[in-house]
C-alpha cells in the first residue's frame, strides 16, 4: 500500500495520510516500524517477537514478557495528545512548503490552545535535527551572519532581544549549485568557536572557504584544507567569492521574516534554525510524504543532541 522509494514507505496524499491512519493503533505500528527498522528485538532478552498491547503504547516481549514503550524517549514520549494528532501534525508541518506557524497548526488541527500548538511545532522541530547526521563533505562555503534588531525591514518589532550570529556552512556544488548546509547560532566569532563549527560541520579533509577572518587561521591545523578567499585582494564582493553561503544567509533571513515575522527569542532560533536546516536539504524532495516519513523516522530516535551541544560544534 502506498507510495515508496527503495524501503521507505510513506502516504503520498493527504487521502491515503487519513487511509494509513485511521485510529491510534495504526499511528503506535507505523512508529514501531520506525523505531526499529530491521525488526523488533528486545532490549532486555534480544527476543526477536513482541505483541502490541491494546490501548497502550507498549510492546509485550514474547521471550521475557517485559512491557517495552514504543514511545519512550522519543519525541511523543510524556504526551497526553493522541498519537494522530501528532500525526497530523507532522502531516502538516511538511506539506506547507514554506513552514508552519503555530496558529495555523492550530487552527488546522482544532486544539484548543495555542500554547500547545506552539509546544508541538517546537518539539518537531527539535526532532528534525539528527543526532547521527553526516557531516558535509567536499567543497565547503563558510561564513556567519547576524540576525537581529539591525536586520534590515525588521524596525525594531517583533525582533530578537539581540542580535545573534549563526555560523553557515553549505556545500559548494559545480556552478553556483547549494548542497547540503548546517547552520549554529554561536556566541562569536573567536578562533575556537568557529573551528568547533566547522569541526561539528565538515568531514575531516573537507576543502573550507572562508574570508581572510582571523577567527578562520585553525583550520589547516584541525585537519581542514583552508582555502581563504581575498576579497581585498580580488576586488570580489563577498558574494561573487562565495555566492552560495550568501544565498543560503539571505534565504534565512528571508524565511525567519516571512514565515516567522522574525518573531522569535535567541534561544529558540536554534529550532528554527533546525527547522530550515531540514528544509533546505529536502527541497528537492518530490514527495512532501516522505519529509513526513523523515520526520518521524527522526522523531521515535531517542537520543537527541541536547541543542548547547551544538553550539560552537560538537565534541
Ligand atoms: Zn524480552
Request: aromatic letters at 14%; glycine letters at 8%.
Given at each position: 500500500?502506498?507510495?515508496?522509494?527503495?524501503?521507505?514507505?510513506?502516504?503520498?496524499?493527504?487521502?491515503?495520510?487519513?487511509?494509513?491512519?485511521p485510529d491510534e493503533a495504526a499511528c503506535l505500528a507505523y512508529l514501531a516500524r520506525l523505531r526499529w527498522p530491521d525488526g523488533f528485538a528486545c532490549p532486555h532478552c534480544a527476543a526477536t517477537r513482541a505483541w502490541q498491547l491494546a490501548r497502550r503504547r507498549k510492546l509485550r516481549c514474547a521471550g521475557c514478557r517485559r512491557e517495552i514503550s514504543i514511545t519512550a524517549q522519543t519525541v511523543f514520549a510524556d504526551s497526553h495528545l493522541p498519537l494522530m494528532t501528532w500525526f497530523a501534525a507532522a502531516w502538516y508541518v511538511t506539506s506547507q512548503k514554506p513552514g508552519a506557524s503555530a496558529l495555523g497548526l492550530q487552527r488546522v488541527l482544532g486544539l484548543g490552545s495555542y500554547r500547545t500548538a506552539w509546544a508541538m511545532l517546537h518539539k518537531l522541530r527539535r526532532a528534525m535535527v539528527r543526532a547521527g547526521r553526516d557531516q558535509l563533505a567536499g567543497e565547503i562555503e563558510v561564513d556567519e551572519t547576524t540576525i537581529g534588531a539591525s536586520q534590515p525591514g525588521s524596525l525594531g518589532r517583533g525582533t530578537f532581544a539581540s542580535e545573534a550570529i549563526v555560523a553557515i556552512a553549505v556545500e559548494a556544488l559545480p556552478r553556483g549549485t547549494c548542497g547540503r548546509v548546517r547552520l549554529a547560532r554561536i556566541p562569536d566569532c573567536s578562533k575556537p568557536v568557529l573551528t568547533g563549527f566547522v569541526a561539528g560541520a565538515a568531514a575531516p579533509g573537507a576543502v573550507i572557504y572562508t574570508d581572510h577572518w582571523l577567527g578562520y587561521s585553525g583550520l589547516a591545523e584541525a585537519g581542514f584544507l583552508h582555502q581563504a578567499t581575498s576579497i581585498a585582494a580580488s576586488g570580489d564582493p563577498a558574494h561573487v567569492a562565495m555566492p552560495r553561503v550568501h544565498r543560503v544567509s539571505s534565504l534565512l533571513k528571508r524565511w525567519l521574516l516571512g514565515t516567522h515575522q522574525g518573531a522569535t527569542r535567541p534561544h529558540q532560533l536554534d529550532f528554527y534554525?533546525?527547522?530550515?536546516?531540514?528544509?533546505?536539504?529536502?527541497?528537492?524532495?518530490?514527495?512532501?510524504?516522505?519529509?513526513?516519513?523523515?520526520?518521524?523516522?527522526?522523531?521515535?530516535?531517542?537520543?537527541?543532541?541536547?541543542?548547547r551541544d551544538l553550539i560552537g560544534g560538537r565534541p
Open positions: 500500500m502506498g507510495g515508496s522509494a527503495g524501503a521507505v514507505d510513506y502516504p503520498r496524499t493527504l487521502a491515503e495520510f487519513n487511509a494509513w491512519f534554525l533546525d527547522e530550515f536546516t531540514f528544509r533546505f536539504n529536502r527541497r528537492r524532495s518530490r514527495h512532501r510524504g516522505l519529509l513526513f516519513h523523515r520526520l518521524l523516522e527522526q522523531a521515535v530516535e531517542a537520543d537527541h543532541v541536547p541543542i
